[in-house]
């Protein structure tokens, strides 16, 4: 009877300390939320992009400013930059006390959803708000992305083919001074990419227009799905562009690493993108193509 009775007292230990392991690991939250998606106050209404992934806050001169106001996670918790979501406070006047500070909000599940509710912040911010984030699933019938630009903070070319190849080049813009090279991916990338690539793929044809000129920017995208091809630019795109790639490869860099007292105006990228001339194009811009 004693044997039987220190059996069940054992069972009861091991089977505690897993649903214990269970619970700490559903909230690794920093892990959870690597992703791209969109948040609102509205479950039926979620419609400004959001994305999270871990920085190492290495950057080199201008960068690291940037870098500075993205979200970060500290066990149940994250914060959010108000310069962010000012998005969602139309009622609002913009002014210091948003811009210089950041809003800290309690993570948890909602059904398909991620749940912040606010611990700290102005009460002007939403008291509670919900993130559906795509999928960390590679699409099934995508072949190829390609992304090509410049901007202030420099050059960047971005090539995927399938999950496992991919190739990426970022050279110094005018604030900073740095090479990025990259051919292979970790756990943490492909969470990502795959997500960035899930919802911008389920997104291919919600697009938006513009006649707007840009100076000093530009943009590119090419990608492969279901053997047609899409073509996307600075005029015309949809939300969110695989283009959120290049700020997580950007928060990657490290000056230590990846810094450069002088880089030649002359460095080209060192692959040249593929071309699919014969496939059908699916969509494409209709202006500065």
Same mark, same amino acid.
């Given at each position: 009877?004693?044997?039987?009775?220190?059996?069940?007292?054992?069972?009861?230990?091991?089977?505690?300390?897993?649903?214990?392991?269970?619970?700490?690991?559903?909230?690794?939250?920093?892990?959870?939320?690597?992703?791209?998606?969109?948040?609102?106050?509205?479950?039926?209404?979620?419609?400004?992009?959001?994305?999270?992934?871990?920085?190492?806050?290495?950057?080199?001169?201008?960068? !690291?400013?940037?870098?500075?106001?993205?979200?970060?996670?500290?066990?149940?918790?994250?914060?959010?930059?108000?310069?962010?979501?000012?998005?969602?406070?139309?009622?609002? !006047?913009?002014? /210091?006390?948003?811009?210089?500070?950041?809003?800290?909000?309690?993570?948890?599940?909602?059904?398909?959803?991620?749940?912040?509710?606010?611990?700290?912040?102005?009460?002007?911010?939403?008291?509670?708000?919900?993130?559906?984030?795509?999928?960390?699933?590679?699409?099934?019938?995508?072949?190829?992305?390609?992304?090509?630009?410049?901007?202030?903070?420099?050059?960047?070319? =971005?090539?995927?083919?399938?999950?496992?190849?991919?190739?990426?080049?970022?050279?110094?813009?005018?604030?900073?001074?740095? =090479?990025?090279?990259?051919?292979?991916?970790?756990?943490?990338? !492909?969470?990502?990419?795959?997500?960035?690539?899930?919802?911008?793929?389920?997104?291919?044809?919600?697009?938006?227009?513009?006649?707007?000129?840009?100076?000093?920017?530009?943009?590119?995208?090419?990608?492969?799905?279901?053997?047609?091809?899409?073509?996307? /630019?600075? /005029?015309?795109?949809?939300?969110?562009?695989?283009?959120?790639?290049?700020?997580?490869?950007?928060?990657?860099? /490290?000056?230590?690493?990846?810094?450069?007292?002088?880089?030649?105006?002359?460095?080209?990228?060192?692959?040249?993108?593929?071309?699919?001339?014969?496939?059908?194009?699916?969509? !494409?811009?209709?202006?500065?193509?």
């Amino acid at each position: 009877m004693k044997r039987i009775i220190y059996i069940s007292v054992i069972l009861i230990i091991a089977l505690s300390c897993s649903e214990r392991d269970v619970e700490i690991k559903s909230k690794d939250w920093e892990k959870e939320l690597i992703g791209v998606g969109f948040i609102g106050e509205n479950p039926d209404s979620l419609v400004y992009p959001f994305s999270y992934y871990p920085q190492n806050h290495q950057q080199p001169g201008k960068l !690291k400013e940037v870098f500075r106001l993205n979200s970060s996670i500290s066990s149940d918790t994250i914060s959010i930059p108000n310069t962010f979501l000012y998005n969602l406070l139309s009622e609002v !006047k913009l002014d /210091n006390r948003i811009t210089g500070e950041s809003s800290t909000f309690k993570i948890t599940k909602f059904e398909s959803l991620y749940l912040f509710s606010k611990i700290i912040g102005f009460d002007f911010i939403p008291e509670i708000i919900y993130f559906d984030k795509a999928p960390n699933i590679y699409p099934e019938f995508l072949d190829y992305t390609f992304i090509t630009g410049f901007d202030l903070l420099g050059r960047y070319e =971005i090539e995927i083919s399938k999950q496992d190849d991919i190739k990426v080049w970022l050279s110094s813009g005018a604030y900073s001074k740095y =090479i990025f090279e990259q051919y292979e991916t970790d756990h943490v990338d !492909k969470l990502f990419i795959n997500s960035v690539l899930n919802l911008s793929t389920e997104k291919r044809y919600d697009t938006i227009s513009n006649d707007l000129f840009t100076c000093g920017v530009s943009f590119l995208e090419t990608s492969v799905y279901n053997d047609s091809l899409f073509k996307y /630019n600075l /005029n015309f795109y949809r939300k969110p562009s695989a283009g959120i790639l290049v700020g997580y490869f950007r928060s990657k860099i /490290n000056d230590t690493i990846h810094g450069k007292d002088e880089i030649s105006t002359d460095i080209e990228c060192p692959f040249d993108p593929k071309y699919f001339r014969n496939l059908p194009v699916a969509i !494409k811009p209709k202006i500065n193509d």
